[in-house]
T-cell receptor
């Protein structure tokens, strides 16, 4: 079955470390997205990519970086410059031109905790 | 710009009660509208959608009607169950100037708790 896989489900990071969250999809979707969710908060867009080898900053890109070398993969790196990285991170994908009617497909999320 | 406003939660209901979660939007043109559901510790799942005015989306007993005149897309269910306890997000997708696909814009979410 097609879907989006995020790994790991839980991740612990020491202060000052970079960590990378994995997101892989086999839906043949062109567009991929990263969101951050804090307790009791909505979703905030970090980065998105409409096509391979291209990506744009979202609303809260500072302290994060991404790459899009393959259509299937959109890893997110949380750098030491991100002052408050503890949150739930969600990856999503869509077909950009059809997304108007189909919305996004989401992964099951990665919970990152700074220890 | 485009935006979505949802009623604030949390909403607490008894089993078999009627549910309404209000959602209004601001958008240029004719957006598509969505309701997503998030169960504890999980990602978001598409619950239902509507792509044009007066369309009714429905799934698992939930319904929402795209009302252009009131710019609303309220979520309703006639009889909620304990298993409906989750966070519900209203969202819209609209075209940008030039016809390109805009990103999905989410409301802040409404937490629903259903008691037995």
């Amino acid at each position: 079955d097609g879907g989006i896989t995020q790994s790991p489900k839980y991740l612990f990071r020491k202060e000052g470390q970079n960590v990378t969250l994995s997101c892989e999809q086999n839906l043949n979707h062109d567009a991929m997205y990263w969101y951050r969710q804090d307790p009791g908060q909505g979703l905030r867009l970090i980065y998105y990519s409409q096509i391979v080898n291209d990506f744009q900053k979202g609303d809260i890109a500072e302290g994060y970086s991404v790459s899009r070398e393959k259509k299937e993969s959109f890893p997110l790196t949380v750098t030491s410059a991100q002052k408050n990285p503890t949150a739930f991170y969600l990856c999503a994908s869509s077909i950009p031109r059809s997304g108007l009617a189909y919305g996004y497909t989401f992964g099951s999320g990665t919970r990152l905790t700074v220890v | 710009g485009n935006s979505v406003t949802q009623m604030e939660g949390p909403v607490t209901l008894s089993e078999e009660a009627f549910l309404t979660i209000n959602c209004t939007y601001t958008a240029t043109g004719y957006p598509s509208l969505f309701w997503y559901v998030q169960y504890p510790g999980e990602g978001l799942q598409l619950l239902l959608k509507a792509t044009k005015a007066d369309d009714k989306g429905s799934n698992k007993g939930f319904e929402a009607t795209y009302r252009k005149e009131t710019t609303s897309f309220h979520l309703e269910k006639g009889s909620v169950q304990v298993s409906d306890s989750a966070v519900y997000f209203c969202a819209l997708s609209a075209l940008n100037y030039g016809g390109s696909q805009g990103n999905l814009i989410f409301g802040k979410g409404t937490k629903l708790s259903v008691k037995p």
